[in-house]
């Protein structure tokens, strides 16, 4: 089992990674924490496959903390709004939830992001844990205290920055997580590994007779990309420096990527793995990165994204145009790019051309058949 | 003109009371700001009424901040709710309002709560401006960060603690302000005086001719209050302590009377001030306070209550049922008894024989007709 400590001024907490943490430090986390009532904000399918074993672990706890009341609400990033957080409300105020109690954020980054909201917001914030079930959501959104639902059009567009009690990581869960999650989760520990070290590049290159077992290996990587982003968090808890907007390495591009194919077609880190991709052509066509850069990142991407393409009929077109509507949102739009591997730059005034060469360039590289 | 610092965790900021601080203060507040875009948040009535002063103010900026964006929503407590805060959500969204830019919550306590709120959550949090229209909202609820929205049955149930840049409480507004909204205002004043200052009963005393002009010696009396509520939230920004549950002496009897009349009946104050006459009640009752508090306190707010009394069909049973509710809901139901003036006590065990008592006593007291 691995553990890191994340400092911030929104609280001080430790992520647990590692297999059987729900039997052993989970239980002990919620002895510490002492609720007078739980809750489990989760999906379906995710509490059928995993939820006895959560159960187990709060059963331990004396009185009605024991007994957990459940919310559970539909998969994908659409349900992640107003209408599902409303509901949870509800549920908590219906089942007696009140300040003293604790919320299990149960799932992959939207339940985390939407239960971590709901926490930080009723009652005006109660506490909760991050337990995380998708390996994105163990090597990045689980941790740092970013939680929000999205408007329509807007992703994320209503939020807090509001802390976890702990991070509870049990790698058990990635046993039965179908393989194309388990890839759109590497993209992000790839991100890391430009953004911060090497050495997980090297590791993953290892891999060469496919996906690893959810093991030591495994636990080791995500706790090294955990602490990455807890070095990062303590420096700029609300993304005010610019540190935790390097974490957006692939982000501007992957987005408009997410949203020009339509919310669903494409993982997260499916697009954010090609949004590295155009952000490191757009870097050496820059003349920020010697050339070298596109061929590593090829090296590194192309084995996590497997099989997965764009759309043939996925344009250049839809993608900027989606790029333009961010820009006049947000009056701006910024781009990571690196110098090289482990220097990344925040640049806020990327030329046109180039964008539209990136986006095209690599469209045509990664396209169906 | 009056200004009173508030120190917290969240933020240190300045409370500016008096005429024409839209004029001055606020001007200059918003030029420290330098906001790219702001956002009025009010409702209709309070934008036809001041909403030209406060334009002015705002004009004198550079820029697109000059021209603010302006989303009105109708009055009452029925509206501050997740409905309308998802609109506010929307309306900042199309106006293309950022993380850098300024909302100006104009109005009451609704408005301060919910656009606070907003404000709180939009993009993970932007600034915002609290400027109170009534003297309920400058006494009380504009000062120290408590915001948020109602569920249906549990008011505030949704809620963020989150400063404002500034409080700019102009003391203009007042002169158009309905007498019976100024005196829901003053059964505030009166619970700053039992709780810590007896000069602020004092003065009142000698308002014999009726209720005073907005002028200097209701600037004075704000600011007094706003002195006290400052120091409280300092010491207990976030409701743990128990100090800042001090502050809601007469609010736990007088919920219960504004719920069991039908919201929108009584005013806010109004229900506070019967609410303070239970609990002065109560505490002669326990044995806590001498005999000569109940005295002491009809004397304080049977002139701020002027003619309103209670519905003659109002029995103390709906009273109690509704207190129940909220009993189970938070399990446990905290009472601020007086052992005297600027005594307070919090007590989590009064007897139901005491409380029925004390309901049914002052509701005969205060029955219409």
């Known amino acids: 089992m691995a553990e890191v400590q994340v400092h911030t001024a929104g609280g001080e907490y430790t992520v647990y990674i590692g297999r059987r943490v729900y039997e052993g430090e989970l239980v002990e986390t919620m002895r510490r924490l002492r609720p007078g009532k739980t809750a489990i904000l989760s999906h379906p399918s995710i509490d059928r496959m995993h939820g006895r074993r959560l159960r187990a672990a709060v059963a331990a706890l004396p009185s009605t903390a024991a007994e957990p009341l459940s919310f559970l609400f539909p998969e994908g990033e659409e349900h992640k709004n107003l209408q599902t957080l409303e509901k949870a409300y509800v549920a908590l105020l219906s089942g007696g939830i009140a300040r003293e109690d604790v919320v299990l ?3 992959g980054g939207v339940v985390g992001d939407l239960a971590g909201f709901a926490a930080s917001t009723y009652m005006r914030g109660i506490r909760f844990l991050q337990i995380p079930t998708t390996l994105m959501a163990m090597v990045d959104s ?3 205290g970013k939680v929000g639902v999205d408007l329509p059009g807007a992703k994320n567009a209503v939020g807090s920055f509001y802390q976890p009690q702990a991070v509870i990581s049990d790698l058990e869960v990635l046993d039965t997580l179908p393989e194309r999650e388990l890839r759109s989760g590497l993209a992000e520990v790839v991100k890391y590994g430009f953004l911060y070290d090497e ?6 290159e290892g891999w060469t007779a496919g996906m690893p077992e959810a093991g030591a290996e495994l636990e080791d990587l995500i706790a090294r990309c955990v602490e990455h982003k807890a070095r990062v968090v303590a420096l700029d808890e609300l993304d005010l420096r610019g540190e935790r907007a390097m974490l957006n390495y692939g982000h501007t591009f992957g987005h408009a990527l997410e949203s020009a194919a339509g ?8 697009a954010v793995a090609m949004g590295m991709l155009m952000a490191a052509r757009a870097s050496e066509m820059s003349g920020l990165a010697g050339s070298g850069l596109m061929e590593m990142h090829r090296k590194a991407i192309l084995p996590v994204l497997g099989e997965v393409r764009l759309p043939s009929d996925l344009g250049p077109k839809r993608i900027l145009a989606d790029m333009q509507a961010d820009k006049k949102k947000t009056r701006g739009l910024r781009f990571v790019l690196l110098e090289g591997p482990r220097k990344p730059h925040l640049v806020e005034s990327l030329s046109e051309e180039i964008v539209r060469k990136a986006v095209r360039e690599t ?3 990664l396209k169906e058949g």
Chains 1, 2 share one sequence.
């Open 199 to 204: 050495n997980i590049l090297e590791t993953m």
């Open 142 to 144: 689980s941790v740092g």
């Open 363 to 365: 469209l045509e590289e």
């Open 105 to 107: 954020a149960f799932g």
């Open 263 to 270: 919310y669903g077609r494409l993982r997260h880190g499916e």
